[in-house]
């Protein structure tokens, strides 16, 4: 069965410190990857997905994420924090192209000035 | 981006009334639309799946008299809490899919508070 892990429910950076969100996957096949963020009391947007092409995979907001086979990760990173970045950061799984989205538990992600 | 809105943002009912959360895609066909539910501070935990035209596919443990879905065209999907109590409180967001990559696009959610 497919699930993903997310290392840590809350990481609190400086404004301007670098952006690390960890995220394990358990799949037996190769997996579709997503980070979703998602505001207060809003719904989710998606920050970048990961389909086997490229394993290094450039989203929004100035956001990547690498996908390494031999380590099962996807983690998030962001060179530079902004206040504008504070949310909560979901990593999802997908066994193909139709099938359901899997969540992680999220992580809160909060920034210091 | 693809916009999918939910209606109402929010809603209060009383015990034992039913309510009715509209899921619509703005501007694409939806081949697949998909409802969770998500508890304060939680992640989102898959509902049910449904295809246009076709009943929904429910995941385990979830009630499938209490939360009807109907996914009646290609741009709405309708998910209604039947007997609503207060343990059905909760964030729900529905998803969309149009076909081709297995892109979601997500409503902003909906608050139910069932007093």
């Known amino acids: 069965a497919q699930s993903v892990t997310q290392l840590g429910s809350h990481v609190s950076v400086s404004e301007g410190a670098l952006v690390l969100l960890r995220c394990n996957y358990s799949s037996s096949v190769p997996p579709y990857l997503f980070w979703y963020v998602q505001y207060p009391n809003q719904g989710l947007q998606l920050l970048l997905k990961y389909t086997s092409a490229a394993t290094l995979v450039k989203g929004i907001n100035g956001f990547e994420a690498e996908f390494k086979k031999s380590e099962t990760s996807f983690h998030l990173t962001k060179p530079s924090a902004h206040m504008s970045d504070a949310a909560e950061y979901f990593c999802?799984?997908?066994?193909?192209?139709?099938?359901?989205?899997?969540f992680g538990s999220g992580t809160r992600l909060s920034i210091r000035p | 981006g693809a916009v999918v809105s939910q209606h109402p943002s929010w809603v209060i009912c009383k015990s034992g009334t039913s309510v009715k959360i509209e899921c619509r895609s703005l501007d694409f066909q939806a081949t697949t639309m998909f409802w969770y539910r998500q508890f304060p501070k939680q992640s989102l935990m898959l509902m049910a799946t449904?295809?246009?035209?076709?009943?929904?596919?429910?995941e385990q443990g979830v009630e499938k008299d209490k939360f009807l879905i109907n996914h009646a065209s290609l741009t709405l999907s309708t998910l209604t809490v039947t007997s609503a109590h207060p343990e059905d409180s909760s964030f729900y967001i529905c998803?969309?899919?149009?076909?081709?990559?297995?892109?979601?696009?997500f409503g902003p959610g909906t608050r139910l508070t069932v007093l």
């Open positions: 998803s969309a899919r149009g076909g081709g990559d297995n892109e979601q696009f």
């Open positions: 449904s295809n246009e035209g076709s009943k929904a596919t429910y």
């Open positions: 999802a799984v997908a066994y193909s192209s139709a099938s359901k989205i899997i």
